[in-house]
């Protein structure tokens, strides 16, 4: 279990969609998946109007939380300290491992059981906790099977969805220890729950992530069904949280509507089963709870989101899941073939400030920009926006005077460039326009039979005998 | 997002522009043509501005926007009365009327020219239904056909609605619903070349959702996804074929001794 | 320079547009309910129940004089060897003859494994409900520690029909939550449960696997 997990490069994404695609199995886990999401999120919001208003104000909030990001950051970490929390900031994947492994072998740890975070997925922490001879071990039933099969997660919120029960049936027979082959359901989420039971009063350290941070109060905010994320909080004497510089709002009060939007967006549940606020470590005289309370601050390049006023709405994401669950590429490929650990539209435009533009300058082409992630994203993120911005910064170096963001250019190609400038030189003569169109439908036997992508399942493309200029103009004359 | 809920529409003009797309000129020109019959037969007259070439939207969506800022521009000013701007494809009537502004906020002059523009630029079917406010006689024999809208057309323009209730007014046209029907086509643009085989499978699955129905044929108001529809079709040997909306139209309510 | 300086100064060196007003959630609160009859006890009580059924929680009516012989009751119905609870019940519990109490009288560490592997069921107080979800609000604290609510299988939770608030915001607001949070404080909305195998819901993940409200209400509201 302590093998690294692999880092799938970007630049394979078109092989991995294409295998994907030709996957009838990938293709029906996942659309039915989806649709069933989509179904439960819809039964939640039956008043679109009502919905309308809910997603302004959840966005009015995230922004003016973003607005105020450093003041609450500050505000954040002195409400905490005051409550007995350690806060560290980590601006690389590399510090934040730093920083919770030096926790970890202070505690002579052993071993770790992780609640739910993508935080930590992004920064590869199991993998440094590996090579440090630490073992991390995911609690999340999803997390849990997908790392007994040495996998990464294939969506944010259910990260186990490209699995069918047989195949986890017969993952748990091989890889559990005196676990008998079930595929009941019921049986298999026994068998987890009795591993990770043992594991919750063992481990010396718990890790979670956070889905609110509350600057007022120094609160925690995590939402769960499961019960191991509390499990991760309570159980060990050390708990680490984790969590992106973003996730921080002001006020208590500002967390109820964002509550209501993230799980019934994510699920369609109006509530997730647990909600738990921490705002402190176990208190004198109190006989649960970890001694002691780290929360570990990551940037990972969402500075470098927040320094552009057009890319900063991409920080107002809440990691519902939404986006990909209505995105017609995701249910086509899931999440494994973007290569990246958050997948889909929000992957697509949040992983480029984390891995730069030369490793990611694909993701943000692979969307027909059909809108779906942004009509649904909760906090209203312009995601097709974003999605046309990134495919410019990655064709285009920087201005003089502006600074690059990371891999900026990356996708530049001197082909591609012409083509552009020579399009742009034909649309913008109209009489050489007309020429062309004149060329082209008279000429339309000689269209080539192969077009690049379009043939690969399509007929070619042929001009109409007259175009349309010509036929009005005919007619004007006549 | 519905146009109808929050656009004030005007009466019904004598004149009007036609911008034909760049699509419908080259690959789909009897669209046009079918938008103009339709438009001249509810007393309209059609202008076609012959300078106009493509609103920009190719070279938006890939990243290049100083070559889409140059083709918009070139079309800004193509417009200069105060008449209405048909647009037959909802994802250019899409681009005209909500990025044309965003393109040129820059740019104080132009961006007042952008948003005046912005505010004549009519989808067909909506201009049909909300400006023109036509009445249409059902002259076709009992039909049932699909409805694909594309997904700017969907989301900028409110074209399904527009679409089903200019259908509803053809009492022989039964409508026929597909699954996934607000799911796209997988066209996009640059998107089918750059990777085919997702588009292929999105492609896929759209024309077997439209088979599914059992209809005849199926319409669409953009010229884009139904040649990526069209061509999937054909490539498979499979007889169904789309139409474009204007053209359907056109057969069923006035066609009779006028069809080419 | 530390990374805390480093992340403040670039955050700070960002270009700000003027800041977004403060989001005003009592007039969005108020602007979402408009023209809904303000929530009556009664109503309350029918959409927490509803609610908590949904979620697959038990809710059981209860007056403040039976409460602790229908807990007996249940413990017997459901096998109940062990019952884990807190010193404030200690009499009532004894009161009414359950067998097996277990009080949370120690700190965890010197007893993990029989909190673990031989506790049936937990008896806690709650600080109130939410209507609008069928939510619990738990604070834990000295008496009732954490894991109470979490460890043992079965979970008796004793919620005052008097403090059924409409929404989290409403409870939020009403009891002054962000004049000071406790080091741990806990919305539970039925048992703990997961649908991470093919999207199938299963109950018991990882908590209780069963959740039992013991609602308290006047005489008449018993049904």
Known sequence: MNAPLQFVPASAFKQRAAAAVADAHLRSSFRNAMDFLIARRAAQFPDAPALERQRAFAEHIRKYSLARLPDLLEQLERKLTDNGVSVHWAETPEEANRIIIDIARRHSTRLMVKGKSMVSEEIELNHAMADAGMEALESDMGEYIVQLDGEKPSHIIMPAIHKTKQQIARLFAEKVPGAAYTDSVDELIGIGRAVLREKFMTAEIGLSGVNFAVAETGTLCLVENEGNGRMCTTVPDVHIAITGIEKVVEKLEHVPPLLALLTRSATGQAITTYFNMISGPRKPGEKDGPRELHLVLVDNGRTQAYGDEQLRSTLQCIRCGACMNHCPVYTRIGGHAYGSTYPGPIGAIVSPHMLGLAATHVLPTASSLCGACGEVCPVRIPIPDLLIRLRGEAQHAARPGEKPMLGQGAAQSRLIDIIWAGWAALYTRPALYRAFGWLATRFRALTPPMQSGWTASRTPLQPARRTLHEQMAARKRS | MDEAGRRHYPEKPARVYLFGTCLIDLFCPEAGMDAVRLLEREGIEVHFPAAQTCCGQPAHSSGFPEQTRAVALAQLRLFPEAWPVIVPSGSCAGMMRHHYPRIFADDPRLLSEASALAERVFEFTEFLLHVARVRLTDRGAPARVALHTSCAARREMGTHVHARTLLGQLPRVEVAMHTHESECCGFGGTFSLKHPAISSAMAGDKVEALKQTGAQTFLSADCGCMLNLNHTLQKRGDPLQGQHLATFLWQRTGAEGEQR | ?223
């Open chain 3, 1 to 223: 320079m530390s990374a805390r300086a480093n992340i403040l100064q670039r955050l700070r060196a960002a270009p700000q547009a003027t800041p977004p007003l403060p989001p005003d959630v009592p007039a969005f609160h108020a602007a979402c309910h408009a023209g809904l009859a303000a929530g009556t006890r009664a109503a309350r009580i029918a959409l927490f129940c509803e609610k908590m059924a949904f979620w697959h929680g038990e809710v059981v009516r209860v007056t403040r004089a039976n409460w602790p012989q229908t807990l007996r009751e249940l413990c017997v119905t459901k096998g109940v060897r062990s019952l884990l609870h807190g010193e404030p019940h200690t009499a009532a519990l004894r009161a009414a003859g359950i067998g097996g109490l277990k009080p949370y009288d120690r700190p965890v560490d010197a007893w993990k494994k029989e909190l673990f592997e031989d506790t049936d069921a937990s008896l806690t107080s709650t600080r109130g409900g939410i209507a609008e979800t069928g939510t619990l609000i738990i604070w834990p604290d000295v008496d009732e520690p954490r894991l109470m609510s979490l460890v043992p299988p079965i979970h008796f939770a004793l919620l005052d029909a008097d403090q059924l608030y409409d929404d989290l915001f409403g409870a939020m607001r009403e009891q002054r939550w962000s004049s000071g949070m406790p080091t741990n404080a806990l919305l539970v909305s039925g048992p703990s449960k997961t649908a991470d195998i093919q999207v199938t819901l299963a109950y018991g993940a990882h908590g209780p696997k069963e959740l039992v409200v013991l609602m308290l209400v006047n005489e008449e509201e018993l049904k």
